[in-house]
T-cell receptor
Framework: ETGVTQSPTHLIKTRGQQVTLRCSSQSGHNTVSWYQQALGQGPQFIFQYYREEENGRGNFPPRFSGLQFPNYSSELNVNALELNDSALYLC????????????FGPGTRLTVL | GQQLNQSPQSMFIQEGEDVSMNCTSSSIFNTWLWYKQDPGEGPVLLIALYKAGELTSNGRLTAQFGITRKDSFLNISASIPSDVGIYFCAGHNYGQNFVFGPGTRLSVLP
């Protein structure tokens, strides 16, 4: 059974650019959630996708958007990058939209210069 | 919005000692979860608690779901060097988002 994978591992962008981060969910999991973790803080919920539909969103602006594909993998897109978007972006998958146990990938470290 | 508080913020202990940490909320949760995060990695689920008063163990780890449903506790017995990391609590209610605490950083001295 393959766990949650994310790509790329690290990414450096400049202010104003756009970025796409990718996540493959654990086998059998149809729900993917994205989190932003700033240095020294806990993960902050961005949004969740269940069967290709957005299923809940945290307090993040519209320039944070996402997609989920038929194989349940997912993308996080961030437009007009700002310096404070620098963070570890975590993807977590679970076997259902309201299943409380979720399993995290290793994250993508985004640095915005 | 909902916020979780964790204490202590950080702790230094000697190898072999027991560890206690807790997580409190101003809101009620249906589920409490405890995660551990190592540097450069994603959080790993340690224990999930589903019922007020529940006490659950996973090896040397024991966690409790507080009776008020507003808090949870994690204990680690006989700490070892690989216990080093950041421990996060998370609360969840059905139909709502997960809320994470700011973490407790554990250092184990040999």
């Amino acid at each position: 059974e393959t766990g949650v994978t994310q790509s790329p591992t690290h990414l450096i962008k400049t202010r104003g650019q756009q970025v796409t981060l990718r996540c493959s969910s654990q086998s059998g999991h149809n729900t993917v959630s994205w989190y932003q973790q700033a240095l020294g803080q806990g993960p902050q919920f961005i949004f969740q996708y269940y069967r290709e539909e957005e299923n809940g969103r945290g307090n993040f602006p519209p320039r944070f958007s996402g997609l989920q594909f038929p194989n349940y993998s997912s993308e996080l897109n961030v437009n007009a990058l700002e310096l404070n978007d620098s963070a570890l972006y975590l993807c977590a998958s679970s076997p259902g939209q309201d299943v409380p146990t979720q399993y995290f990938g290793p994250g993508t470290r985004l640095t915005v210069l | 919005g909902q916020q979780l508080n964790q204490s202590p913020q950080s702790m230094f202990i000697q190898e072999g000692e027991d560890v206690s940490m807790n997580c409190t909320s101003s809101s009620i949760f249906n589920t409490w979860l405890w995660y551990k995060q190592d540097p450069g990695e994603g959080p790993v689920l340690l224990i999930a608690l589903y019922k007020a008063g529940e006490l659950t163990s996973n090896g040397r780890l024991t966690a409790q779901f507080g009776i008020t449903r507003k808090d949870s506790f994690l204990n680690i017995s006989a700490s070892i060097p690989s216990d080093v990391g950041i421990y996060f609590c998370a609360g969840h209610n059905y139909g709502q988002n997960f809320v994470f605490g700011p973490g407790t950083r554990l250092s184990v001295l040999p």
